[in-house]
């Protein structure tokens, strides 16, 4: 392992034991059947990297069905979370940086320590109304005409809906 991957396993408390585990588990779980939001998601991910400049298509296909699996034995394991789109970009980083198995124990400590929140409903959309507020009072300073660029009438309606996307 490189020393960043150390370094993440020590942070998230993830032992050598966790990762043999993990791989039988991973190995194990067969055939998932990809939720459509989390194949789309993956069909999407991995663009942009310059590391993947010379990345053949096929490689890539490889990767984002990786991802697709990793995210959705994630939620088969943790049935209370709901998928939000954005994991992914998370996903795509740690499988890059760390390889299939790690990743996955990576995105799941970290989900579980720190996005936990974004992953259940209820939490969910009490903090999009909080950030959806913070980004209102940015724009209104930033970009004063952001209503008349979204579409939102005078009387606000609808604005927190249109602007959902920038929270994520």
């Not at 994991?87 to 198995?101: A, I, K, P, Q, V």
């Not at 579409?151 to 959902?164: N, T, Y």
């Amino acid at each position: 392992f490189s020393l960043r991957s150390k370094v993440y396993m020590a942070l998230l408390e993830i032992s050598e034991q966790d990762m043999e585990n993990n791989e039988m588990a991973l190995g194990m779980g067969g055939c998932l059947v990809l939720d459509d939001v989390i194949a789309n998601d993956s069909h999407r991910s991995f663009l942009g990297f310059q590391e993947l400049k010379g990345v053949s298509e096929a490689d890539l296909k490889g990767k984002r069905t990786e991802l697709g699996y990793i995210l959705q034995y994630f939620f088969k394991r943790h049935k209370v979370f709901s998928y939000y789109q954005g994991l992914n970009n998370f996903g795509e980083l740690f499988l890059l940086t760390f390889g299939r198995s790690l990743a996955y124990l990576v995105l799941e400590k970290y989900c579980l320590k720190y996005l936990r929140k974004y992953l259940t409903n209820e939490d969910f959309e009490h903090e999009i109304k909080n950030q959806t507020g913070i980004v209102l009072q940015i724009l209104e300073k930033e970009v004063p005409e952001y209503k008349m660029i979204f579409s939102i009438d005078e009387k606000g309606e609808k604005g927190p809906e249109k602007l959902g996307f920038i929270v994520s």
